[in-house]
């Protein structure tokens, strides 16, 4: 594959190797794949909320195969304790000393199955880690590896037993998605595709996680033209002021959506951010970030809904985005 010099196309150019090569697994979810790529970029995380079955663990583990990086998986479950995530402090009798023994989440990608079936004190582990970049073990900090993403899903469908994030944990979350069911003949293909073939056997690492380092930096160079900001700032800002919206995006939403639109610029292989990449990366960076009011839920209005509402109500700016 022929590489662009410039840093828009070295980020566009392994963008879409990762995306090629997930699609081999994940087929006909490009635009899923595409915000998953976003989130990486921005050292970001994302919520998926899916019925079983969908591939979101292939979707991980693709991911993390394309990326040249470790892969780690945990089972949230009701009995999960912190330190089977974050590991512990192991004492050793040779040396009398306590010595750290890493846990799942010290990893490139970690694919968190279930999240809202473990305590709040396992979740707020998990969410410690996401934000802060370490893990705290007996007063002793230790680093995770960089770039870290976090990949979590959540069934929407049997809810009993489960502890579900509170909005302020969902802010953490810089993307929520869905994969949703393939079509009829996206299946087909599947069903052929992988009828004799391992998903996995075919995914080959377009990039490593040093090189990513260097993409992501390259990232928070891209322009964001004045026009740009406000249009962004005033779809923000609408959540907040909405009839049918109790709790507005808050300051960090904005920030996740210029980050965002940042990626999605680079992904296009562009150096300035243009409408466009707003609006589309809008739904899933701000819909779980807003509170609808009792109105809403009796009109059957989701979030999704009411943050497409916003992006309807919102007036687009027409000046070339390249030179403002």
Known sequence: MLRDASAPGRIRDVATGIIDQVERVIIGKRAVI?????????EGHV???DVPGIGKTMLARSVAAALGGEFGRVQFTPDLLPSDITGSLVFDPRS?????RQGPIVTNVLLADEINRAGPRTQSALLEAMEERQVTVERERVALPRPFFVLATQNPVELEGT???PEAQLDRFLLRTSIGYPAHDEERMMLRRFRTATPLAGVQPVTSPEDLLDLIRSVRDIHVGVAVE?????????TRDHDNIEVGASPRASLALERA?????????????????????????LSHRIMPTAQADLLGKSNVDLIADVIANTPVPVESMETV
Do not use: H, K
């Not at 595409?34 to 921005?42: D, G, M, N, Q």
């Not at 406000?230 to 609408?238: A, F, Q």
């Not at 940042?262 to 899933?284: E, F, K």
């Open 47 to 49: 919520l998926l909320e």
């Open 96 to 100: 009398a000393e306590f010595s750290y």
């Open 230 to 238: 406000d249009y962004l700032l005033m779809l923000v800002r609408r």
């Open 261 to 285: 639109s940042q990626a999605r610029a680079g992904i296009a292989g562009r150096g300035y951010v243009i409408p466009d990449d707003v609006r589309l990366m809008a739904p899933s960076v």
């Open 163 to 165: 502890f579900p994030l």
């Open 34 to 42: 595409e915000e998953v790529v976003v989130a990486i970029l921005c």
